[in-house]
């Protein structure tokens, strides 16, 4: 197969290619090999390691995680507990958000029903948002 470009590379694998810059710097992804004019070259292990990231982007997981998927990802190694245990923890996470989202939601749709319900001269959402934070 012949040697991709970035452009090539990121379109194939459905990410920027500022990304893909931004990956290589942060050692996300692998440094290609380069033409004698500098270009990059880069393989299909390249389009196959950005769709994992890709893909581990989507779902939510961080640089660091995704750095450890990686690692684990790698021939030879035993990982499955390892991958379980870190997809759990992430799992709470966004279960922690779900959870932070649903009482922002009840929060706004009450100050909405306020705000609709009273013609007051002053506005509850804004009533809402400007006072101090119950402990």
């Known amino acids: 197969m012949r040697p991709l470009t970035i452009g090539t590379l990121a379109k194939a ?7 893909v ?8 992804m692998p440094k ?17 390691r950005l769709c994992f990231i890709r893909r581990a982007r989507e ?28 997809t759990a923890v992430h799992l709470d996470e966004v279960r922690a958000k779900i959870a932070d989202l649903r009482r922002l939601e009840a ?17 509850a959402v804004l009533d809402m948002l400007a006072s101090p934070r119950p402990s």
């Open 13 to 19: 694998s459905g990410v920027h290619l500022e990304t």
């Open 21 to 28: 810059r931004y990956y290589e710097r942060i050692g996300l």
């Open 59 to 86: 779902i939510g997981f961080s640089i660091d995680e995704i750095k450890e998927l990686l690692a684990l990802a790698e021939p030879g190694r035993a990982s499955c507990a390892e991958v379980q245990t870190l």
């Open 107 to 123: 929060i706004l749709a009450g100050a909405l029903e306020r705000c609709l319900a009273e013609p007051a001269p002053t506005c």
């Open 32 to 48: 290609p090999s380069r033409t004698a004019s500098n270009y990059r070259n880069f393989g299909p292990e390249h389009v196959e």
